[in-house]
């Protein structure tokens, strides 16, 4: 089981951090992913970190901007959000991937395994 916290209401420039707990199994082979869905689009791939945490991949719109780290100690991966825009705003989504190439971890069929998502608005 997956579980995202730490979604809410920001300004934009402003900051948040998600954080997505993983309980029942140990994820710390799974590859994880971020992926977001705004109201009326498809869901759309964010970012990744291999289980080894010394690969991270991210779309181009958060390049810079948005941060993938993961502490397998506590089965716990983070995505850090600064210098939020009001097109971040969407519901966000925590994943877990058997695969562990840059092709395979953009693609939601993927993942095996999805949270519920939490929202994160960003006011302009």
């Known amino acids: 089981q997956l579980v995202e916290s730490g979604g809410g209401l920001v300004q934009a420039g402003g900051s948040l951090r998600l954080s997505c707990a993983a309980s029942?199994?140990?994820?710390?082979?799974?590859?994880m992913g971020w992926f977001r869905q705004a109201p009326g689009k498809e869901r759309e791939f964010v970012a990744a970190?291999?289980?080894?945490?010394?690969?991270?991949y991210y779309a181009d719109s958060v390049k810079g901007r948005f941060t993938i780290s993961r502490d397998n100690a506590k089965n716990t991966v983070y995505l850090q959000m600064n210098s939020l825009k009001p097109e971040d705003t969407a519901v966000y989504y925590c994943?877990?991937?058997?695969?562990?190439?840059?092709?395979?971890?953009?693609?939601?069929?993927?993942?095996?395994?999805w949270g519920q998502g939490t929202q994160v608005t960003v006011s302009s």
């Open positions: 994943a877990a991937s058997q695969y562990g190439g840059s092709s395979y971890l953009s693609r939601p069929e993927s993942y095996n395994f």
């Open positions: 029942g199994r140990t994820f710390s082979s799974y590859s």
């Open positions: 970190i291999r289980w080894s945490s010394s690969t991270t």
